[in-house]
């Protein structure tokens, strides 16, 4: 079962780029990455998912090294609506029998 | 597109009742997931069905909590007896495929006094 690592908290202020690095020693070669976002009182919300290299979308980029032993979300430009707690997620890709496990998460605080 | 549906969004029972949580995937979505958030924590996973059938209920207290999926589309989670420590908030998720990203449903906070 890979175990993610993450910061337990952040701090930026708007504008800025913000980058949370998850780390996941144990991941497996079917294993995938997954970043969430939650709000308080929201379920979590699906940001970005990769295997290797960079994956890019809309909202965020992730970079996973060829190693794959870590991953990081990159958020440009960060806004206040950016405060909220950040879950790095390693899951089985291909059956998904593995339990999908959320670690502690990371908590982004952006300032004015 | 709607999104997963959960109901109710809060409960409040006491110790050794039972109740039971709704949820309605986004249509198409083989796969659910239900996960237990204790407050300050991670979401934890309790169970998984592709279809209906079960993928990964290793968390799952068997003793007191049970879940089905029946026609695999909508599902339910059941909690006899609660205990004080299932007080959290119970999420819904479903995905197209077990490798895709999840989408969460809005949570049932549940409290037992």
Redesign the interface.
């Known amino acids: 079962l890979a175990k993610t690592t993450q910061p337990i908290s952040m701090d930026s202020y708007e504008g800025q780029e913000v980058n949370i690095t998850c780390s996941h020693n144990n991941i497996a070669t079917n294993d995938y990455i997954t970043w969430y976002q939650q709000f308080p009182s929201q379920g979590p919300r699906f940001i970005i998912q990769g295997y290797k290299t960079k994956v890019t979308n809309e909202v965020a980029s992730l970079f996973i090294p060829a190693d794959r032993k870590s991953s990081t979300l990159s958020l440009p430009r960060v806004s206040l609506s950016d405060t909220a707690v950040y879950y790095c997620l390693v899951g089985d890709r291909n059956t998904g029998r593995r339990a999908l496990t959320f670690g502690s998460g990371t908590r982004l605080q952006v300032q004015p | 597109e709607a999104g997963?549906a959960q109901s109710p969004r809060y409960k409040i029972i006491e110790k050794r009742q039972s109740v039971a949580f709704w949820c309605n995937p986004i249509s198409g979505h083989a796969?659910l997931?239900w996960?237990q958030q204790i407050l300050g924590?991670?979401?934890?996973?309790l169970i998984?069905f592709?279809n209906n059938g079960v993928?990964?209920d290793?968390?799952l207290p068997k003793d007191r909590f049970s879940a089905e999926r029946l026609k695999g589309v909508d599902s339910t989670l059941k909690i006899q007896p609660a205990k004080l420590e299932d007080s959290a908030v119970y999420?819904c998720?479903s995905s197209l495929e077990?490798?895709?990203?999840?989408?969460?449903?809005?949570?049932t906070r549940l409290t037992v006094t």
């Open positions: 997963v796969t997931y996960y924590q991670g979401p934890k996973l998984q592709q993928v990964d290793s968390q999420l998720a077990v490798a895709r990203g999840q989408y969460f449903g809005p949570g």
